[in-house]
């Protein structure tokens, strides 16, 4: 049995040699190069991440060592990983689309004295904070174009350094017994990877984790979902992000399943159909793009497709998730939805690549309930898991069959979760953090003295089905003026469950009223530009039709309804709203690396706005800063129009009135 | 570590190309008069000069699709006076156009392999079967399309129509079926136009890159000034058909005879 197996390994390095001996001819990864799949197997993963370990250590890398790994989804940043686990260095990942400055952040704090860097791009990004970075030494690199003619006294291909250790290997006989003696020494205690996280509130913290923690929470979770050697993941999110780190490197290392890279960023959509993959995560960002672009095409398709789309949907929508649930349905429900499948959901799963993902799962953000209903009512076995990185991941998830779209599951095996009295979710799990990298006070803030580690997230147990609800951050939770509840989230969340609104930013914490500021979704609102005959230039001047605002205000007064209905939310209803005539941007520092909104920033940053939104008139002038790509800024000017809105009546008119 | 010095590292070699005295009319309008210039091997070469100054003439008549009435060319030490556009081809000169020439209903992958034709030398009964040398040859050629399409970044469109693709990217496959004629002199018309920043920044880099990993020499026409002083090792300056100007880019930005022209002049 896979899993008994990997309880005794406790280091990675040697689950990877466990699986080497047990599963030697099994895919451990796959790369699409050249437009052909590739197959490293994990006998041959194996033989590759040893020569590398050894290229390294002949490079000057040494146990208790930090190395930062910054790169896209590609084999050999996973085998530095692997790499600088066997020598008993720590791996630091970080975001391949951070900025220089953040990137030189994370290095420096890291104190990483080595790089496994992607290609060039990264290369002249630590080159251009060099000066930050004293300690970097040498830096490894994976794709060599446009790098021929820079200084490689400190540069070196990855191939060269895995070729250099292959022949060590080969020729000094001490060689081999030598990094034996490395695996050997590496215990279930040591750090096994340093994730920094997003930043979402201010810098990002570097969160250390242990080989043993790592091990134990992915053998707990692949046992959950029966993963075993057969299956497949494609691996297309974020290398630094805890989610990829997790469920593909540490789950396919547990359960020895293979781990598919896509040739390009941009080919995810068809690699995922070439590959198939069985085990299948995505942000509810992602699903909501890829239902918004087949609901464009269908839009576009033939008379009698279209309405056979949308015919087998309703059919969906009435059974389908309750055939997925087990539960009772009438001969006459299957068998529409046995046609259905036939000809609808079927082909549809096989164009999105998803006819064999057996377990799929999103977290991150609230997902919406259409959102999530859609994906399961075509026999998507969709589940919502909560978790963190401090957590390493996983805290609760829904059990196959009891699935329910606004709880994000119950408490998982062997995690003890509690809620304090102000509500906030606090957690004790086996993949727990040690500790904050070089930062024990604020290690400290979010221990409490029990051992337990304190979320932020404000939450509740459901009372019938004992799942956890997250609402809202903790800390975000405000009160209106009048003492009214204000969870921003909660109210920005039900807005962008609209295909139309892509961002919302909800404003009301000391304030009389709730105000917000809203980004349209340039596909579906450009697609129903072109559908009704608007005509536009920009986005900015999409963002300021008459139009737009008037469907996106009938859309806050849907939301307004649906807050009215809640007896604590009532009073929380939009008041006014203003369309921004800009996308929110990780790079301007409007979002956070995981496209998560920051608030407190927005607010500063567009003051004008906010005290328009308040002050009663009807448009402001805006002027803001944009960092393009490469780093210039640029300045961005409009006039942006408020529409006042109309609240619906509170559940406690009578009170109002007296 | 030092920072990559700047893109003019490729070793400049022996003239590869060099039009000697060339004048080319149209009925009366006189498009170049008395026009003479090389391009040396490994360098990026720039033609510039104001609207209707003959650029574009200038490397049809590089290529061979435009007859010169007078003067001749040298290239690889062959002079003539006419070529034809097929002598160009085979010779290694490959070109990219002002308004791009793709077929619109191939894919981008099909159109960069119509660049890998004039390679292919298995005849039309080999390329019936399905077997035998001609699809041995194909495959061969297919793993060059491979590594361009890898070159150029455009994975994501192998298999899209190219009409369907926005205009920046079109550029791109049709430099890349450009490249996929090996050429050892690439002609690129205003390979810029009509492009945002980023699409510029982009097609720079490939430029670059093409001139530094392929060893490829180029000449390219271009109206931005920041890109073709940023990217050209010298520069030509036409006006009204006739070479007003030739040197580094700093010296042909100070020259007044090109600012005359760029920018007018009290008569």
Not at chain 1, 275 to 284: E, L, M, N, V
Not at chain 1, 581 to 592: I, M, P, Q, Y
């Amino acid at each position: 049995m896979a899993t008994n197996a990997a309880a005794l390994a406790d280091t990675f390095p040697k689950l990877l040699i466990r699986n080497a001996k047990l599963y030697g001819s099994r895919p451990s990864m796959r790369h699409k190069d050249l437009g052909i799949w590739q197959t490293w197997t994990w006998a041959e993963a194996l033989e590759i991440v040893r020569a590398y370990a050894v290229g390294l250590s002949r490079l000057g890398l040494k146990r208790g060592e930090t190395i930062a790994i910054v790169g896209g989804n590609r084999p050999k940043m996973y085998w530095s990983v692997m790499a600088a686990q066997m020598l008993g260095a720590v791996p630091v990942p970080v975001y391949a689309d951070a900025v220089a400055d953040e990137l030189a952040f994370v290095l420096a704090h890291a104190e990483t004295r080595y790089a496994a860097v992607e290609d060039q791009e990264q290369v002249d990004k630590i080159m251009s904070v060099m000066d930050r970075l004293p300690k970097l030494h040498e830096m490894v690199y994976d794709e060599k174009r446009g790098l021929r003619d820079y200084d490689h006294t400190h540069l070196h291909p990855m191939e060269e350094v895995i070729e250099d250790g292959r022949k060590a290997l080969l020729d000094d006989p001490s060689a081999a017994p030598w990094l034996d003696e490395q695996i050997a020494a590496g215990k279930g205690s040591d750090p096994s990877i340093i994730l920094y996280t997003s930043g979402t509130t201010g810098t990002s913290k570097g969160v250390v984790m242990t080989n043993a923690r790592s091990i134990k929470a992915a053998t707990d979770t692949v046992e959950f979902d029966h993963l075993t050697v057969d299956d497949v993941a494609l691996a297309y999110l974020p290398l630094a992000w805890v989610g990829d780190h997790y469920l593909n490197y540490c789950q396919g290392l547990v359960a020895g399943f293979c781990t598919a890279c896509p040739e390009s960023a941009d080919t995810v959509m068809q690699d995922l159909r070439e590959i198939g993959p069985t085990f299948y995560f995505a942000p509810p960002r992602t699903l909501e793009a890829l239902l918004t672009s087949v609901m464009i095409r269908m839009e576009d398709a033939g008379f009698l497709k279209r309405k056979m789309f949308h015919y087998f949907i309703g059919v969906a929508r009435k059974y389908g998730d309750r055939i997925l649930n087990g539960e009772r349905v009438s001969p006459i429900g299957r068998l529409l939805y046995w046609l259905g499948d036939v000809f609808v959901y079927g082909p549809l799963k096989n164009v999105l690549g998803l006819t064999r993902v057996r377990v799929a799962y999103t977290a991150g953000e609230a997902v919406g309930p259409d959102l999530f209903a859609f994906y399961r009512s075509i026999g998507l076995n969709l589940k919502q898991l909560y978790g963190q990185t401090e957590a390493f991941l996983y805290l609760t998830a829904h059990r196959d069959g009891e699935i329910y779209s606004d709880t994000v599951g119950p408490t998982f095996p062997n995690v003890e979760i509690r809620l304090s009295e102000s509500g906030e979710v606090q957690f004790k799990s086996p993949g727990m953090f040690t500790g904050y990298f070089k930062d024990d006070e604020k290690t400290a803030e979010v221990l409490t003295p029990d051992g337990f580690v304190r979320t932020g997230d404000a939450g509740v147990f459901d009372e019938k089905t004992g799942h956890l609800r997250i609402i809202d951050r903790a800390k975000d939770v405000g009160k209106l003026n009048d003492g009214t509840l204000f969870p921003p989230k909660y109210i920005e969340n039900k807005l962008k469950f609209f295909p139309n609104i892509r961002e919302a930013v909800a404003y009301g914490d000391k304030r009389d009223f709730v105000a917000v500021m809203l980004n349209i979704d340039l596909t579906a609102v450009g697609s129903w530009a072109e559908r009704n005959n608007v005509v536009y230039g920009s986005y900015q001047e999409l963002a300021q039709h008459p139009l737009v605002y008037d469907m996106i205000a009938e859309h806050v007064a849907e939301v307004n309804r649906s807050l009215a209905a809640d007896k604590v939310m009532a009073g929380a209803q939009i008041k006014r709203f203003l369309i921004l005539h800009k996308e929110l941007d990780a790079d301007d520092g409007e979002l956070t690396r995981t496209q998560k909104v920051r608030r407190g920033f927005i607010a500063d940053r567009y003051e004008p706005l906010i005290t328009a939104l308040y002050d009663g008139s009807s448009e402001a002038d805006i002027a803001t800063e944009v960092t393009f790509e490469d780093g210039r800024k640029g300045l961005i000017k409009a006039r942006v129009k408020i529409r006042d809105m109309k609240t619906e009546p509170t559940a406690r008119p009578m009170e109002k009135a007296a | 570590m030092r920072a990559p010095s700047g893109p003019a590292d490729v070793a400049v070699g022996d003239v590869l190309l060099s039009v000697e005295d060339v004048s080319l009319t149209f009925g009366g309008v006189k498009a170049v008069s008395n026009v003479s210039f090389d391009i040396r091997k490994g360098e990026i070469r720039a033609i510039i000069g104001p609207n209707g100054a003959g650029k574009t003439s200038m490397l049809n008549i590089i290529n061979g699709f435009y007859q010169p009435q007078q003067g001749s060319i040298t290239f690889k030490g062959q002079a003539r006076s006419r070529m034809r556009p097929y002598e160009a081809a085979f010779g290694g000169i490959a070109r990219t156009f002002q308004n791009v020439a793709l077929f619109r209903g191939m894919t981008a992958l099909d159109n960069i392999m119509a660049g890998r034709s004039l390679k292919m030398h298995k005849n039309f009964f080999w390329q019936l079967l399905r077997f035998g040398p001609a699809m041995h040859e194909e495959v061969e050629h297919r793993k060059r399309v491979e590594e361009i399409i890898d070159f150029l970044k455009i994975q994501g469109i192998r298999r899209t129509p190219v009409g369907r693709l926005p205009y920046g990217l079109q550029k791109r496959v049709e430099l890349g079926r450009a490249l996929a004629m090996e050429p050892e002199l690439l002609l690129l018309d205003e390979p810029m136009a009509g492009m945002n920043l980023e699409e510029k920044e982009d097609m720079s880099r490939f430029v670059l890159d093409v001139n530094d990993h392929f060893g490829t020499t180029i000449a390219l026409i271009e109206h931005d000034m920041g890109v073709v002083m940023d990217l050209s090792d010298r520069v030509v300056v036409l006006d009204h058909g006739i070479k007003i100007a030739d040197g580094t880019p700093d010296e042909v930005k100070n020259n007044q005879a090109v600012i005359d022209a760029y920018l007018g002049v009290a008569h």
